[in-house]
Each structure stands twice: as structure tokens, then as C-alpha cells.
């Protein structure tokens, strides 16, 4: 199957401008997930959507950081103003809510921010 | 929230021998451990996972192992290969899911 794609995949940026990443989960998940990895670290929760509504969103920087996913399908994760500490990939992943298999979470190859 | 402690945060062995991640967690809701390998510059990949009413499992040359009385659990590989070296997370999960901080495991040919 298909697996979580997202875009782009690398992105260079200065301090202050925007960027967005677009993530289209895997086809019929209706959880999806919006990480921050940064290097060397595990990756940090933030925000969590089951369709088109949020269950978490406790560790998104609200001043700067928005996300939606407006239909239950596609999601895009916003970053304005962008600063030096956003620097970091941005990790997408999905999964069928429930026991059994659908526990598992699939992760996208990520988006790779650079904030100069 | 859910706190999740990886140790150690690298480990160096030689090919053939035996690695053990071991991770801690907080909070006894939890119901799902999974572990993630990461090579450089690619997504986390499930490599085995466990549910809290098991205490070990086994694939081949991995095997996780649960406790849920003292709350941690254990990645095992035995007979290590050069292509087992990457980063290994834990993760605790009951709607959510926390990672660990990381593993990186190099295999020494």
C-alpha cells in the first residue's frame, strides 16, 4: 500500500519568513499526527487529528505553529514567523484507530527544515 | 503526561554479539510499546512491538520484552549484523504516542 507522502522535503528558510508542509496520510487512516524531530532527539508530538478534529494539540507553539486538516484527509502544518529553533524535520504519520494492527503508527519520509 | 526514559543513548558492539535498549515509562495506562529503527535520513520503521497483556515477544533475531509491574521494557537483538546500525526509539503509547529520546546502535564488523 501506499505509504504517508509528504512535501516538501527539504526546505531553507530565513528567520522570520513562513513555510508550510503538506502531508496526505495513508488512505483510509483517520489519525494523523504531526511531529518535530530534532537532530538527535526523539520525535516531539505536535498535534494529533482524528479526521478532520483535533485531540491534541498541547505542544504546538500556538503563537507560531497552526495545522489543519480540513476534509480528514490532507493536512498542512504552518510555521510564521519561523525562527532558528524551528530548524528540525517535520515528521507526518497516520494510523487506523482501534486495537490489533491499527495501533501501529507509519511515518512519511519527513520534511526537512532548515532555519537560517 | 506520559514520560519516557531510553537508555543508553549509544552503544557500540561487535558484529555477531547481543545489543539491549532498555526504556522506562511513567505511566501505567500505557498499553502499547512499539520500537522504531531510523536509518540516517529516513522515516522511523516499526521493527516489533509489544501490548501490555504480553511479556515478551519474539521475531527472528528481536525480541522485546515488558514489565509492566516495574513499567519498563526491553529491545533485544542477538547475533548483530552491520546493517542493524541506526537508531533505535522506544515508544509508550494509549492514544498518544511518546518516544524516547533514542539509541544509537553501531555494529562493529
Known amino acids: 500500500e501506499a505509504g504517508v507522502a509528504q512535501s516538501p522535503r527539504y526546505k531553507i528558510i530565513e528567520k522570520r519568513q513562513s513555510v508550510a508542509f503538506w502531508c496526505n496520510p495513508i488512505s483510509g487512516h483517520a489519525t494523523l499526527y504531526w511531529y518535530q524531530q530534532i537532530l538527535g532527539q526523539g520525535p516531539k508530538l505536535l498535534i494529533q487529528f482524528q479526521n478532520n478534529g483535533v485531540v491534541d494539540d498541547s505542544q504546538l507553539p500556538k503563537d507560531r505553529f497552526s495545522a489543519e486538516r480540513l476534509k480528514g484527509v490532507d493536512s498542512t502544518l504552518k510555521i510564521q514567523p519561523a525562527k532558528l529553533e524551528d530548524s528540525a524535520v517535520y515528521l507526518c504519520?497516520?494510523?487506523?484507530?482501534?486495537?490489533?494492527?491499527?495501533?501501529?503508527?507509519?511515518f512519511g519520509e519527513g520534511s526537512w527544515l532548515t532555519v537560517v | 503526561g506520559e514520560n519516557v526514559e531510553q537508555h543508553p543513548s549509544t552503544l557500540s558492539v561487535q558484529e555477531g554479539d547481543s545489543a539491549v535498549i532498555k526504556c522506562t515509562y511513567s505511566?501505567?495506562?500505557?498499553?502499547?510499546f512499539p520500537w522504531y529503527k531510523q536509518e540516517l535520513g529516513k522515516r522511523p520503521q516499526l521493527i516489533i512491538d509489544i501490548r501490555s497483556n504480553v511479556g515478551e515477544k519474539k521475531d527472528q533475531r528481536i525480541a522485546v520484552t515488558l514489565n509492566k509491574t516495574a513499567k519498563h521494557f526491553s529491545l533485544h537483538i542477538t547475533e548483530t549484523q552491520p546493517e542493524d546500525s541506526a537508531v533505535y526509539f522506544c515508544?509508550?503509547?494509549?492514544?498518544?504516542?511518546?518516544f524516547g529520546t533514542g539509541t544509537s546502535l553501531t555494529v562493529i564488523p
Open positions: 515508544a509508550a503509547s494509549i492514544v498518544q504516542f511518546y
Open positions: 504519520a497516520s494510523r487506523i484507530p482501534g486495537r490489533g494492527s491499527g495501533n501501529t503508527i507509519y
Open positions: 505511566d501505567s495506562a500505557s498499553n502499547y
